[in-house]
C-alpha cells in the first residue's frame, strides 16, 4: 500500500543526523566550520555546525554543543539536535508552531511512548499512542473491523501485513492480519515482506542483502554487494508502448572533488567538512556485514519493531526497543559501516 512508502520518506528525512564518536579529527568547540548539504561531519562528537547568531542570515557557523530535550531549536539545521532527537514543530500540522528537540519515531506497535510523536509515523500514519503502547488506529478504516494493519508498522516485532481481498477502492471485503515475514526464496511486494536481512528483488522474490556481484542484473541498491550501486544501463520502449529498463551492479564512484562542501558528494559520499574530500559514506567491509548481522539478530531475538527500511536508518533514540535492549551492537555496526562515525578518528 502506499502508505508505507510515504513513511519509510519521512523516516529518512528525519534520520540524517550524524556525529562522531571521537573528536580527536574533528573541529573543536567553537572553531569555524562549513554546513554541508545537512550531513556534517567537520565537528567533534556532541557538536554541530550552528550559525552564531540564529536571526542573522549572513551568520558565520561555529562548532556548538547539539540542542538538549525540550530546548527551541531550529527546523533548518539539520542534525541540530543531541543524537536519537528531531527538531520538530509542537504542532506537526502547523509550521509556525514552536519547534523544540523532540523524542520521535522511534516505537512500533506494542511498544511504549509518551505520545504519538513517539510512534513511527508521528501519529500520521496508522499508529497512535493509547494508554502509553503504539496501537494501530485508522480513522479511515474503522468501519471495517477485518482490518488490523495498513502496513508493516502497524504489525509488533519483525512482521508484515497480510492483505485479502482489499481493492484500492473498495476495501468492503478487505481483511488484513500481521504474519511473519517471507524467508529466502519467498514472495515479496516491499523489502519490509522479506526476512530481517533480506531485500524484494524484481521478481517478487526475497534474496539476501548483498547477494549480487558486480555486472549482475538487479532492482534496487540493497541486492549488490557492499560497494556496488544498481544502475540503469539500458532501457527498451516497446512498439505497444511498453517501458522496461535494464540495471545492474556496477562499482560506486565517489566524486574526487577537493571542495565537497560546496560541490558535495553525491548519493553515496559524504563530505568531510575537516578534509573537504568525499568519503565513501559506507564502509566495504565483510566486518560490516557481519556487525549488521550481529545487530539484527539482536534486534529479532528481542521481539523489537524493525524492518529492513530501517537498515540504514534505525532510530538512535535511547528510549527505542533496539537502543535499550542492542545498544552494544547497534554502536558496534555504525562503527564498522558508517564512516561518519569513525570519519574524525
Ligand atoms: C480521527 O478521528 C478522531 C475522533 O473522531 C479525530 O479527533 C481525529 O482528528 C481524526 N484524525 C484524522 C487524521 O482524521
Ligand atoms: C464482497 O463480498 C460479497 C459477498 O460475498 C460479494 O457479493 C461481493 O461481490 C464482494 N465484493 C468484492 C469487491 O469482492
Ligand atoms: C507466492 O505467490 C504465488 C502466487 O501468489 C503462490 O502461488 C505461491 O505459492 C507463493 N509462494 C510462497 C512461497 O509463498
Ligand atoms: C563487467 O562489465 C564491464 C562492462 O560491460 C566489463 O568491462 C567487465 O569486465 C565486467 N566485469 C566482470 C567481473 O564481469
Ligand atoms: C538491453 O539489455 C538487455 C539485457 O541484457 C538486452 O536483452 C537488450 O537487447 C538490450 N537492449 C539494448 C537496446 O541494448
Ligand atoms: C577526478 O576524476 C575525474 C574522472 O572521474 C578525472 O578526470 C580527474 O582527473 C580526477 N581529478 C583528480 C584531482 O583526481
Ligand atoms: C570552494 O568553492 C567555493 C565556491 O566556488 C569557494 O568560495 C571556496 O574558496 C572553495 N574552497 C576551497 C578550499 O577551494
Ligand atoms: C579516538 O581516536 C584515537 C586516535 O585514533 C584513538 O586512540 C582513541 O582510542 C579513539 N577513542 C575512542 C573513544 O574511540
Known sequence: ??????????????????????????????????????????????????????????????????????????????????????????????????????????????EDCDSDFSCF??????????????????????EYEKITCLSYLS?????????????????????????????????????????????????????????????DSCHSNNECDLGLSCERYNETYGEDGSYEEFRKCVEIEIPNTTNCTEDGCGEFGICNGVTNICQPAKKYTNECKYAERVRDICIISNKCSFSNEFVDFESYNENSCPMKKCREEIINALIECQTIYTACD
Open 1 to 110: 500500500m502506499k502508505l508505507i512508502l510515504a513513511l519509510i520518506i519521512v523516516i529518512v528525512l528525519l534520520i540524517n543526523s550524524s556525529h562522531c564518536f571521537n573528536d580527536s579529527k574533528c573541529f573543536p568547540l567553537g572553531h569555524p566550520c562549513v554546513q554541508s548539504y545537512g550531513i556534517d561531519i567537520s565537528c567533534g562528537y556532541g557538536l554541530a555546525c550552528l550559525p552564531i547568531d540564529y536571526n542573522d542570515e549572513q551568520s558565520e557557523y561555529v562548532c556548538k554543543p547539539r540542542i538538549k530535550l525540550g530546548e527551541k531549536c531550529r527546523e533548518s539545521y539539520m542534525g541540530s539536535c543531541e543524537v536519537g532527537l528531531f527538531c520538530l514543530p509542537l504542532d506537526l500540522d502547523d509550521d509556525n508552531s514552536p519547534y523544540t528537540c523532540k523524542a520521535a519515531n522511534y516505537a512500533g506497535a506494542g
Open 121 to 142: 509515523g508521528m501519529g500520521k500514519f496508522d499508529l497512535k499512542c493509547i494508554d502509553s503502547k503504539c496501537a494501530f488506529s485508522s480513522n479511515e478504516t474503522l
Open 155 to 215: 504489525c509488533p516485532g519483525t512482521q508484515k501485513c497480510n492483505f485479502n481481498n482489499c481493492y484500492e477502492n473498495d476495501l468492503s471485503n478487505c481483511s488484513s492480519t500481521c504474519g511473519p515475514l517471507s524467508s529466502l526464496g519467498g514472495n515479496c511486494s516491499y523489502d519490509s515482506d522479506c526476512f530481517i536481512g533480506g531485500v524484494c528483488s524484481k521478481d517478487g522474490i526475497c534474496l539476501s542483502r548483498y547477494s549480487k556481484k558486480l555486472n
